[in-house]
Protein backbone atom coordinates (compact mmCIF):
# COMPACT_ATOMS: atom_id res chain seq x y z
CA UNK A 1 0.00 0.00 0.00
CA UNK A 2 1.36 3.61 -0.84
CA UNK A 3 0.66 6.40 1.20
CA UNK A 4 -1.27 8.51 -1.79
CA UNK A 5 -3.31 5.34 -2.00
CA UNK A 6 -7.40 6.15 -2.37
CA UNK A 7 -9.22 5.26 0.48
CA UNK A 8 -11.30 3.64 -2.06
CA UNK A 9 -8.61 1.45 -3.71
CA UNK A 10 -7.56 0.77 0.23
CA UNK A 11 -10.78 -0.47 1.09
CA UNK A 12 -10.83 -2.40 -1.76
CA UNK A 13 -7.83 -4.04 -1.07
CA UNK A 14 -8.46 -5.12 2.17
CA UNK A 15 -11.48 -6.47 0.71
CA UNK A 16 -9.47 -8.77 -1.58
CA UNK A 17 -7.51 -10.05 1.92
CA UNK A 18 -4.38 -7.62 2.02
CA UNK A 19 -3.29 -7.01 5.50
CA UNK A 20 -1.90 -3.77 4.67
CA UNK A 21 -4.63 -2.13 3.53
CA UNK A 22 -6.39 -2.16 6.78
CA UNK A 23 -2.96 -0.52 8.51
CA UNK A 24 -2.74 1.55 6.29
CA UNK A 25 -6.46 2.89 6.34
CA UNK A 26 -6.31 2.76 10.57
CA UNK A 27 -3.59 4.76 10.69
CA UNK A 28 -5.30 7.57 7.49
CA UNK A 29 -8.33 7.45 9.51
CA UNK A 30 -8.08 6.44 13.68
CA UNK A 31 -7.78 10.10 15.25
CA UNK A 32 -10.21 11.09 12.90
CA UNK A 33 -12.32 8.66 14.20
CA UNK A 34 -11.40 9.61 17.79
CA UNK A 35 -11.83 13.34 17.15
CA UNK A 36 -15.32 12.27 15.53
CA UNK A 37 -16.29 10.43 18.72
CA UNK A 38 -15.57 13.09 21.29
CA UNK A 39 -17.69 15.60 19.05
CA UNK A 40 -20.19 13.26 19.46
CA UNK A 41 -19.96 13.11 23.49
CA UNK A 42 -17.93 9.70 24.02
CA UNK A 43 -16.47 10.27 27.42
CA UNK A 44 -12.63 10.82 26.47
CA UNK A 45 -11.99 7.80 28.70
CA UNK A 46 -14.04 5.76 26.31
CA UNK A 47 -13.27 7.04 22.65
CA UNK A 48 -9.97 4.46 22.19
CA UNK A 49 -12.45 1.70 23.07
CA UNK A 50 -14.93 3.20 20.58
CA UNK A 51 -12.12 3.70 18.08
CA UNK A 52 -11.44 0.16 18.44
CA UNK A 53 -15.14 -0.96 18.23
CA UNK A 54 -14.94 0.92 14.72
CA UNK A 55 -12.37 -0.86 13.61
CA UNK A 56 -13.40 -4.19 14.54
CA UNK A 57 -17.00 -3.71 12.88
CA UNK A 58 -15.02 -2.47 9.99
CA UNK A 59 -13.33 -5.29 9.91
CA UNK A 60 -16.15 -7.71 10.38
CA UNK A 61 -18.67 -6.07 7.81
CA UNK A 62 -15.75 -5.22 4.90
CA UNK A 63 -17.07 -7.52 3.13
CA UNK A 64 -20.44 -5.20 2.92
CA UNK A 65 -18.12 -2.24 1.31
CA UNK A 66 -19.05 -2.07 -3.03
CA UNK A 67 -16.03 -1.02 -4.51
CA UNK A 68 -16.10 2.22 -6.23
CA UNK A 69 -18.73 3.50 -4.12
CA UNK A 70 -16.76 6.52 -1.79
CA UNK A 71 -15.22 5.04 0.97
CA UNK A 72 -15.65 7.73 3.63
CA UNK A 73 -19.13 8.34 3.35
CA UNK A 74 -19.53 4.70 4.01
CA UNK A 75 -17.21 4.38 6.48
CA UNK A 76 -17.97 7.38 8.60
CA UNK A 77 -21.58 5.74 8.56
CA UNK A 78 -20.18 2.96 10.46
CA UNK A 79 -18.59 5.75 12.94
CA UNK A 80 -21.65 7.00 13.58
CA UNK A 81 -23.90 4.54 14.90
CA UNK A 82 -21.08 3.41 16.51
CA UNK A 83 -21.10 5.96 18.50
CA UNK A 84 -24.69 6.65 18.94
CA UNK A 85 -24.67 2.61 19.96
CA UNK A 86 -22.05 3.38 22.51
CA UNK A 87 -23.86 6.41 23.85
CA UNK A 88 -27.20 4.48 24.00
CA UNK A 89 -25.75 1.95 26.37
CA UNK A 90 -23.93 4.50 28.36
CA UNK A 91 -26.09 6.47 31.17
CA UNK A 92 -29.68 7.03 30.23
CA UNK A 93 -30.00 4.78 27.17
CA UNK A 94 -30.33 7.66 24.58
CA UNK A 95 -28.06 9.55 22.42
CA UNK A 96 -26.62 12.32 23.18
CA UNK A 97 -28.50 15.41 22.16
CA UNK A 98 -27.01 18.28 20.37
CA UNK A 99 -27.32 21.25 21.98
CA UNK A 100 -27.86 24.18 19.06
CA UNK A 101 -24.66 25.93 20.04
CA UNK A 102 -22.94 22.41 19.49
CA UNK A 103 -24.06 22.44 15.79
CA UNK A 104 -23.64 25.38 15.24
CA UNK A 105 -19.72 25.06 16.59
CA UNK A 106 -19.57 22.07 14.27
CA UNK A 107 -20.80 24.01 10.90
CA UNK A 108 -19.06 27.17 11.77
CA UNK A 109 -22.57 29.43 11.89
CA UNK A 110 -22.70 32.44 14.31
CA UNK A 111 -25.57 32.01 17.12
CA UNK A 112 -28.69 34.04 16.56
CA UNK A 113 -29.37 37.53 17.90
CA UNK A 114 -30.55 37.66 21.28
CA UNK A 115 -34.17 36.85 21.93
CA UNK A 116 -33.61 34.09 18.75
CA UNK A 117 -33.89 30.58 19.42
CA UNK A 118 -33.51 28.68 22.46
CA UNK A 119 -30.54 27.81 23.27
CA UNK A 120 -31.41 25.06 25.64
CA UNK A 121 -33.56 23.53 22.65
CA UNK A 122 -32.16 20.42 21.93
CA UNK A 123 -32.12 17.81 19.05
CA UNK A 124 -31.03 14.56 17.66
CA UNK A 125 -28.38 15.70 15.25
CA UNK A 126 -29.04 12.24 13.22
CA UNK A 127 -32.68 13.49 12.85
CA UNK A 128 -31.85 16.75 11.94
CA UNK A 129 -29.34 15.44 9.12
CA UNK A 130 -32.29 13.07 7.81
CA UNK A 131 -34.11 16.17 6.80
CA UNK A 132 -32.07 17.60 4.11
CA UNK A 133 -31.47 16.11 0.62
CA UNK A 134 -28.88 13.79 -0.06
CA UNK A 135 -27.20 16.06 -1.78
CA UNK A 136 -27.04 18.79 1.01
CA UNK A 137 -25.59 15.56 2.99
CA UNK A 138 -23.09 15.05 0.75
CA UNK A 139 -21.64 18.45 0.64
CA UNK A 140 -21.90 18.81 4.45
CA UNK A 141 -19.95 14.87 4.78
CA UNK A 142 -17.13 16.34 2.27
CA UNK A 143 -16.85 19.61 4.01
CA UNK A 144 -16.96 18.36 7.81
CA UNK A 145 -16.26 14.65 7.89
CA UNK A 146 -13.24 14.29 4.88
CA UNK A 147 -12.21 18.16 5.68
CA UNK A 148 -12.48 18.91 1.87
CA UNK A 149 -11.81 22.27 0.68
CA UNK A 150 -14.34 23.66 -2.02
CA UNK A 151 -11.75 23.39 -4.39
CA UNK A 152 -11.06 19.99 -3.73
CA UNK A 153 -14.60 19.39 -3.58
CA UNK A 154 -15.05 20.42 -7.29
CA UNK A 155 -11.82 18.48 -8.36
CA UNK A 156 -13.99 15.50 -6.47
CA UNK A 157 -17.64 16.05 -8.09
CA UNK A 158 -16.81 17.66 -11.74
CA UNK A 159 -19.07 20.61 -9.97
CA UNK A 160 -18.08 24.16 -9.91
CA UNK A 161 -16.74 25.88 -6.33
CA UNK A 162 -19.44 28.06 -6.80
CA UNK A 163 -22.52 25.77 -6.60
CA UNK A 164 -20.59 23.60 -3.75
CA UNK A 165 -20.73 27.09 -2.09
CA UNK A 166 -24.43 27.87 -2.14
CA UNK A 167 -25.59 23.99 -1.57
CA UNK A 168 -23.19 24.20 1.62
CA UNK A 169 -25.04 27.67 2.36
CA UNK A 170 -28.48 25.87 1.88
CA UNK A 171 -27.38 22.68 3.84
CA UNK A 172 -26.77 24.87 7.19
CA UNK A 173 -29.17 27.09 6.75
CA UNK A 174 -31.88 24.10 6.28
CA UNK A 175 -30.36 22.64 9.80
CA UNK A 176 -30.36 25.78 11.06
CA UNK A 177 -34.00 26.11 10.17
CA UNK A 178 -34.90 22.68 11.23
CA UNK A 179 -33.28 23.27 14.29
CA UNK A 180 -34.79 26.13 15.21
CA UNK A 181 -38.37 25.22 14.77
CA UNK A 182 -40.01 23.59 17.55
CA UNK A 183 -40.58 19.82 16.90
CA UNK A 184 -44.43 20.47 16.49
CA UNK A 185 -44.38 23.38 14.10
CA UNK A 186 -43.96 24.11 10.54
CA UNK A 187 -40.41 24.08 8.74
Not at 41 to 47: A, H
Amino acid sequence: MDADDSDELILECWLLGEVAAFETFFKRHSSRVAAYAARKGIPRNEVPEVVQDVFVKLHNHIDKYEPGKRALPWFFTLVHHTCLDRLKRGGKGKPRLCRLDDIEGALGIAAPPEGGVDQGWSVDIDIALRQLSSESRQVLDMRLMEDLSFEEMSAKTGKSEVSLRKAYSRAVANLRSWIGAPRGGSR
